[in-house]
């Protein structure tokens, strides 16, 4: 009989998980919309969390790769991005190839910049930065040391929570950020299940590409905005087995309803996404199993018969970082220009994209390019491509098509977080994606032809 068989992408080694509060004092400088006209956090809607996950071959391997989802929005200096993550990897006694430090985009988080001493709350920064350090140093080192024998599986779903965000103006000739209802999103939802050598699950990682901006300006609550419900729905069902966000590319994505101060809706749509995640979750094979072809059975119609059958997961674990040289756009502002504006803005709109639009270029520095860092980690059969921008939903798509048989995570928000990397198409345009960005036209495309080039190397695909 033909052998003939299906298994989820696997990997089977020492998984250990750990979680830790990073929840911020009420009154932390947390003024993160333009429009918004309160400067701190009033309270919290739901506490913020990091939960680190740290694979290994075999208990002896000294060299774990550790991933780490923290509930922050993004960073506004490399410099404070550094110091959290250079300290994790002291702990740890591992290279930069093998710590990855997620952020899962929050709009209604604290303020994770040093600079912002001087605002109205702004002391309690730096102090809270040294707290978060300290917690993902904690929760790295307790994920490494709690490492037992374990399988890691993955299946695709669906959720069509995200919609397209890029709206043509009706007013103007511009394009706003916004819910677009005439085209379609990617609603690809990837979940991860880790279990132990008993077979309970430990944990699960929920890779989904929407921007958490459903509390916007009208909001002051601490939130995780969605991220918070769906973690909520998704421990429940798992006897309480930590959930890690992932944010994909989601450049573009956003949820239909958004920019609201009702915390509600923030949990609705967590719910959805965590009943989405459960439904994947409901689907999969039992671990360390597969279906096997088990012949034909004559009935009204000649029927295909499965069975399971114990599989073997692949033990290989690799971690990768590739360096793409990006042109910056033609005569981008520099650090002393971006200066002279902001000692002239007033509007606290202007005055806030001006302040970003200073941090990046000491971010990418004030050349004509800049070098970005993409880190690719190869997990048994399964891939996650991280990098530190905000890609559109194009990178996620692109490289799950050229391979098919490959199950790929995509994250945004890694290892830094500064700018849009939008399709070259978009350049064209007046819209907030593309004024942003440091970066040239070409940008995203440069992006998914080095991850599909180092994709193809690490795989031999």
């Not at 001087?118 to 790295?140: N, Q, T």
């Not at 996404?273 to 279906?291: D, I, T």
């Amino acid at each position: 009989m033909t052998t003939l068989t299906y298994a989820h992408a696997g990997f089977a080694g020492h998984i250990g998980v750990a979680r830790r509060d990073i929840t911020p004092p009420i009154g932390i400088y947390n003024r993160n919309w333009g429009a918004a006209t309160d400067e701190v956090a009033t309270g919290i809607h739901r506490p913020l969390t990091l939960t680190a996950l740290a694979l290994k071959r075999e208990a002896s391997d000294a060299q774990p790769l550790v991933l780490l989802s923290l509930d922050l929005g993004w960073w506004r200096t490399r410099e404070d991005e550094w110091e959290v993550r250079s300290a994790i990897l002291d702990a740890l006694g591992v290279d930069e190839r093998r710590v990855l430090l997620h952020l899962t985009h929050t709009h209604a988080g604290p303020s994770i910049c040093r600079e912002d001493a001087d605002r109205p709350g702004g002391h309690l920064v730096g102090s809270y930065l040294d707290h978060v350090k300290a917690m993902c140093i904690e929760a790295a080192r307790e994920a490494v040391q709690r490492a037992a024998p374990a399988l890691l599986d993955w299946a695709y779903g669906k959720c069509a929570l995200a919609r397209n965000r890029d709206l043509t103006d009706p007013d103007a000739d511009r394009i706003v950020c916004g819910f677009n209802p005439d085209t379609p999103a990617d609603d690809t939802l990837l979940v991860g299940r880790a279990t132990d050598a008993g077979g309970r699950v430990i944990a699960t990682l929920v890779n989904y590409a929407m921007h958490p901006v459903t509390l916007a300006w009208q909001n002051a609550l601490i939130s995780p905005d969605f991220v918070g419900a769906m973690r909520e729905v998704v421990e429940a069902h798992t006897r309480g087995a930590p959930c890690l966000f992932l944010q994909g590319a989601s450049g573009e994505l956003a949820p239909m309803e958004e920019y609201t101060g009702d915390v509600a809706v923030a949990d609705k749509h967590g719910r959805a996404l965590g009943f989405a995640a459960l439904a994947v979750l409901e689907g999969m094979l039992p671990a360390g199993k597969q279906l096997r072809y088990a012949g034909v059975v004559e009935s009204g119609a000649p029927l295909a018969t499965w069975t399971h059958a114990d599989a073997t997961p692949s033990n290989s674990l690799d971690a990768r970082m590739l360096a793409i040289e990006i042109p910056l756009k033609p005569g981008l502002s520099s650090l002393a220009e971006i200066e002279a504006q902001l000692a002239t803005a007033h509007e606290p709109f202007m005055v806030e994209r001006l302040r970003r639009r200073h941090r990046l270029r000491r971010a990418v520095g004030d050349g004509d390019s800049t070098t970005v860092s993409i880190w690719l980690w190869c997990m048994g059969d399964a891939l996650l491509v991280a990098n530190p921008n905000e890609a559109y939903s194009h990178l996620q798509i692109e490289l799950r098509r050229r391979f098919p048989n490959r199950t790929i995570a995509v994250l945004n928000i890694t290892n830094g977080g500064y700018a849009y990397l939008p399709p070259r198409e978009m350049y064209a345009r007046d819209q907030y994606q593309v004024w942003q960005t440091p970066y040239a036209a070409g940008c995203l495309e440069r992006t998914i032809a080095a991850c599909v080039s180092a994709v193809a190397e690490m795989t031999g695909e």
